[in-house]
């Protein structure tokens, strides 16, 4: 089921939020999900309470705002935390959810799972806690925006008219695996520089034009490589397709 840090929008204040979260899991709803949230404070607060109004939940926490040394951090200071998941877990979500429900918190969870059980053999050094980074970024599963077209028709808007969606062609940062910016605060400590094929990119625009209507699409990428300036777009031609795209300034065709 779905949960919301900072409250539903129709809901009137947290505590009918929760309200209606408990009646979730009284109805049977096993795993409570977020969506991406930016202030500790609200998602600290939703758990808090949660955990308060259904304390057989497990709670897990994960995202950017829990990598590495936060992950232990939140676990170690906050008893409302089970556990916190470090890194990326797109290969491994359903296995960690598997785990948890057959055998609990103190199964064998997961590489990137870390619980106040946890064993570091130096917790001081930075490098200490594991973070989990998804490899082969072609064997991930298509994005799903179906409830998101759903919420636009129910509010009479068509869904061809949506016309834009998010897509991620690369992870990490092709000029860092080259020459690391000294400024940069980007990926945090998942700095691998992953790629799709072209043929992968190619099949997954196909499916969101064909399942959604989508014909815009802005990159989640932080800079596009010039292997796709190259490979990919001349494929696209007559597709009538149109993005947009990070890059960095020194790229030429």
């Known amino acids: 089921g779905a949960c919301y840090p900072e409250i539903h929008p129709e809901s009137e204040n947290q505590a009918d939020d929760i309200k209606h979260l408990k009646e979730k899991v009284d109805?049977?709803?096993e795993f409570l999900t977020t969506q991406m949230f930016f202030d500790n404070n609200y998602c600290l607060a939703l758990a808090r309470c949660l955990k308060k109004a259904c304390p057989e939940l497990i709670v897990i926490m994960g995202g950017a705002n829990c990598t590495g040394s936060a992950a232990w951090a939140f676990v170690r200071d906050f008893d409302f935390i089970d556990a916190v998941f470090s890194g990326e877990a797109d290969e491994c979500i359903g296995e960690l959810?598997?785990?948890l429900l057959q055998d609990?918190?103190?199964g064998q969870l997961p590489y990137g799972t870390v619980t106040r059980w946890s064993n570091?053999?130096?917790p001081t050094r930075y490098d200490a806690y594991p973070v989990r980074m998804t490899k082969k970024l072609d064997n991930m599963a298509y994005p799903d925006y179906s409830?998101?077209?759903e919420v636009f028709k129910k509010h009479?808007?068509?869904a061809s008219e949506l016309q834009l969606c998010f897509v991620e062609f690369s992870r990490g940062c092709w000029w860092h695996a080259i020459k690391p910016c000294t400024f940069c605060g980007l990926n945090g400590m998942v700095?691998?520089?992953r790629i799709k094929s072209t043929q992968r990119v190619l099949e997954e625009l196909a499916y969101l034009h064909a399942t959604y209507g989508f014909n815009i699409f802005k990159?989640?990428?932080n800079a596009i490589r010039e292997l796709y300036i190259k490979q990919l777009l001349p494929q696209l031609i007559g597709k009538q397709y149109r993005f947009f795209a990070e890059v960095r300034t020194s790229l030429t065709f």
């Open 104 to 106: 609990g918190i103190h």
């Open 147 to 149: 409830d998101y077209v």
């Open 191 to 193: 700095h691998g520089y």
């Open 120 to 122: 570091f053999p130096d």
């Open 219 to 221: 990159c989640t990428d």
């Open 156 to 158: 009479g808007i068509d």
């Open 97 to 99: 959810c598997t785990v």
């Open 27 to 29: 109805a049977g709803c």
